[in-house]
Nanobody, 125 residues
Framework: QVQLVESGGGSVLAGGSLRLSCAAS????????MGWFRQAPGKEREGVAA????????NYADSVKGRFTISRDRAKSMVYLQMNSLKPEDTATYYC??????????????????WGQGTQVTVSS
């Protein structure tokens, strides 16, 4: 049974930083992409960042490029999202997700079938 558990969310002022962590257990998708997604109230879930199995390739939403960095530690079955220069529009519930390899569209949430419970990020101005 695959399980993903996020941590590291919280409340910060605009311009601040947070680091989200995702711990995977019972994980059988070690060769597939893992990603971070977010969903704000009344909005659809959107892809924020995704990283390939060995961490060589990373994809980012235009809205977070240059501010967010995704990383992966396969040995520890961990994925991280470093978020800098946070803006109020980054406020959302952030989810970690995993999928098998070879599905394309790394930032498309419909391509992922394993999800964490989410962690709230609130950025105030």
């Amino acid at each position: 049974q695959v399980q993903l558990v996020e941590s590291g969310g919280g409340s910060v002022l605009a311009g601040g930083s947070l680091r989200l962590s995702c711990a995977a257990s019972g994980y059988t998708y070690s060769s597939g992409y893992m990603g971070w997604f977010r969903q704000a109230p009344g909005k659809e879930r959107e892809g924020v960042a995704a990283i390939s199995a060995v961490g060589i390739s990373a994809n980012y939403a235009d809205s977070v490029k240059g501010r967010f960095t995704i990383s992966r530690d396969r040995a520890k079955s961990m994925v991280y999202l470093q978020m800098n220069s946070l803006k109020p529009e980054d406020t959302a519930t952030y989810y970690c997700a995993a999928r098998p390899p070879g599905l394309g569209e790394p930032l498309n949430p419909n391509k992922y079938d394993c999800w964490g419970q989410g962690t709230q990020v609130t950025v105030s101005s």
